[in-house]
């Protein structure tokens, strides 16, 4: 089991993200490229493609970046630039993007001027969570659904976007499942290893992620994962953290990450699609459009009071006691809410402290010291 666990894993090393993607487009089956979590993976999925999360490269510097990019902008943007000028993403057919904040919007831009992939494209992604704001994304969805079917020159089978439909809830089920095991005094696993199970999810085959974790979870119900302590439990909040050294680093100095608040991780799979009543591709698109538009918020939404009610449900659900902010360098969105986000913690009295990160794990001594005088404060 130690040896399938570890299958999952690589997948997050740099050199290992493509490895999946390059064998379905080498076998004949398209690839496209998702730059955020609210791009419905399910639809590419049923148009017989292979949905790939897109991230960037862990280099020092960004020199090819740097030419179409200022470097005071978004780390994860910069990275991404840099992979993609290297030659990284010459194996996907598509690329798509959400509005999700400018930063997002400027990357598709140059992209889509290099002319680099074969087609591009950008959803509209409404932030907020009126009633207006949700008819407009189901809009939206519609309008993928269409891109992607125009991609393959004919209609989505209603019947493959059911399965995929079930398929993807099935994953996400198996992940509440390694989630729950996280509640419990000794967790299964580390921190770190929950977040790379979730990782692997976005950038390999679904059928082939639930036959590799589906064993996987019985055993971590008996497994001690060797940590250090197992006290004070965190909570880690980001946006487009994806490399769980991350996480590895927190958990060194002498705590567990029991949950987390990462697009790229807990937020990812929270939510289920709602599968009763899809009779039809109109019904479908309606509760996709509902899942993503309604998973657990990123800061670029703006749902302030409900991102904090989120947090707190997971602070009490997972024991936590204290919540570690880790914002991408340059990131407006998360800055801008910051104030917010550090009085409403308070004022239910949660323990909170922000460290802004890059995109690449550096400076590992400093964070290491710094989190680790946090840690000790909870303890």
């Not at 987390?260 to 698109?285: A, K, N, P, Q």
Request: glycine share 6%.
């Amino acid at each position: 089991m130690n040896e399938a666990l570890n299958r999952l894993l690589a997948l997050n090393k740099e050199a290992n993200r493509d490895e999946y993607p390059k064998k379905q487009r080498n076998a004949g089956r398209p690839v496209v490229g998702l730059l955020c979590s609210y791009i419905p993976a399910e639809i590419v999925h049923a148009a017989g493609m292979l949905p790939w999360r897109i991230f960037g490269s862990r280099s020092a510097a960004t020199p090819k970046a740097d030419v179409y990019r200022p470097p005071h902008t978004c780390a994860f943007c910069n990275h991404v630039l840099e992979a993609l000028l290297a030659g990284r993403y010459d194996f996907l057919d598509s690329v798509v993007a959400t509005s999700w904040d400018q930063d997002l919007v400027r990357l598709w831009d140059v992209w889509s001027y290099l002319d680099i992939s074969p087609s591009s494209y950008i959803m509209h992604l409404p932030l907020d969570r009126t009633p207006t704001h949700r008819r407009q994304f189901v809009k939206e969805v519609r309008k993928f659904a269409a891109y992607i079917e125009s991609l393959i020159q004919r209609a989505i089978d209603p019947a493959d976007l059911l399965d995929s439909i079930r398929l993807y809830n099935r994953a996400r089920r198996l992940l509440h499942r390694v989630y729950d095991l996280r509640r419990q005094e000794r967790p299964g696993l580390t921190g770190a290893e929950a977040l790379g199970i979730a990782l692997a999810f976005q950038i390999m085959p679904v059928e082939r992620f639930i036959e590799e974790l589906d064993p996987l979870i019985p055993w971590f119900e008996e497994r001690d994962p060797g940590l250090s302590a197992y006290h004070p439990r965190l909570l880690v909040s980001s946006d487009r953290l994806d490399d769980p050294a991350f996480i590895s680093l927190i958990e060194e100095t002498g705590c567990v990450v029991a949950m987390d608040d990462l697009d790229t991780g807990g937020r990812y799979f929270w939510e289920l699609t709602e599968e009763d009543g899809l009779d039809s591709t109109d019904r479908m698109i309606d509760a996709l459009a509902e899942r993503y538009h309604g998973q657990p918020a990123s800061p670029a939404m703006m749902d302030w009071a409900e991102q904090v009610d989120q947090i707190a449900r997971w602070v009490d659900a997972f024991n936590i006691q204290g919540v570690l902010e880790l914002p991408l360098m340059y990131s407006r969105s998360r800055q801008m809410r910051a104030p917010y986000f550090k009085e409403k913690l308070a004022a239910r009295k949660i323990p909170s402290i922000s460290f802004e990160r890059g995109y690449q794990l550096a400076g590992e001594g400093q964070l290491k010291t710094r989190i680790g005088a946090f840690v000790e404060m909870l303890q």
